[in-house]
């Protein structure tokens, strides 16, 4: 760093990670992108140094100094909304769930999995549902309009008013996609963003690149306002994930359990099983559906059991 500070007054200037590799960090601010070192102890929320505290990833708001001689160093990461781990990105706003009517089918538990996620998070998950020309929705749009989500059909035969629709949320926010292969995901983002210049297929230069390429995250900025996440942790739902909600934060994650959870008969209630559970009650009046639910009894399953101990991160950054 001696030589960036010698001879050099440096301008402080607060900007965006757009992409992190190699020990170089990519920073947007004032419409420039500038390549940094990370400084040796980061100042900001989270820890002294990156060993010890937060890792920088794209999303992350920063202040970076910028010196005469063209050099910059990223000094400082500000408070972040949000942090998934895989995908690595930092404030995201909006996770589109691209989900065909047909071919593949829609599967309700991958679809909960991401919308948990996301809720958990304070993402907010949008369902966009794809090839209604081939198959009309069968009631699997109602059962996330019910539970308070947005559902937009992606219909490209009429006037493809949900573009609009799409965009408008898009503008000015952090936002990513998610969707497996054949769901129509590239078609979607080629009629959103024709300036990515997106492949349809396997492969793509752009927004879904093939399975065995780099795993950053960067961000790209759209001509209507807004940035898109390249996550290629998203470009499957069969992937892996880093992160699971606990089973004691899990119900706030299906919001339509709200006005139920605290009606249950005995404290402590997981609403799977129990006799004088709220929840369950809900569910045989139809006021919960019933895949929802079998979702979220799939998810309590797989943590109920995970220990304190165990939990080597903070549930929430």
């Known amino acids: 760093m001696a030589a960036m500070s010698s001879g050099n007054t440096p301008q402080e200037r607060e900007g965006i990670i757009i992409k992190g590799i190699g020990g170089f960090y990519y920073v947007e601010a004032d419409g420039v992108v500038y390549e940094c070192r990370g400084r040796g102890a980061l100042r900001g929320r989270g820890g002294k140094n990156p060993s010890e505290g937060i890792t920088p990833l794209a999303g992350d708001r920063c202040v970076i100094s910028v010196y005469q001689n063209g050099l910059a160093s990223l000094d400082k990461i500000l408070e ?15 996770l589109f769930i691209v989900v065909s009517t047909c ?24 369902i966009v549902l794809t090839k209604l020309d081939k198959a009309a929705d069968d009631g699997f749009g ?74 950053e995250t960067e961000l790209f900025s759209l001509d209507f306002g807004g940035r898109i996440a390249d996550t290629p942790g998203f ?46 009650a809900a569910v045989r009046r139809g006021e919960i559906s019933q895949s929802r639910h079998a979702s979220y009894t799939a998810l309590y399953n797989e943590v109920k059991d995970i220990k304190e101990w165990e939990r080597k991160k903070p549930r929430r950054q």
């Open 142 to 215: 109602n059962i996330y309009r019910k539970a308070g989500f947005t559902v937009i059909e992606a219909d490209y035969s009429g006037a493809r008013e949900f573009l609009d629709q799409i965009r408008s949320m898009m503008r000015n926010k952090i936002s990513a996609f998610a969707g497996n292969t054949g769901v129509g995901k590239s078609t979607l983002l080629n009629a959103l963003c024709p300036q990515l210049n997106r492949e349809t297929g396997e492969t793509s230069r752009k927004l879904g690149r093939g399975r065995h390429t780099t795993r």
């Open 103 to 126: 071919e593949p089918q829609p599967n309700s538990l991958t679809v909960d999995r991401f919308v948990s996620l996301a809720e958990y998070k304070a993402i907010e998950p949008v």
């Open 80 to 94: 972040r909304r949000n942090c998934l781990a895989r995908p690595p990105i930092a404030n995201l706003d909006n």
């Open 235 to 280: 470009s499957s739902f069969d992937g892996e994930f880093a992160e699971f909600v606990y089973k004691e934060d899990l119900p706030d994650t299906f919001r339509e359990f709200a006005d139920y959870v605290g009606q249950c008969r005995f404290t402590g209630c997981s609403h799977t099983c129990e006799k004088g559970c709220a929840v369950l």
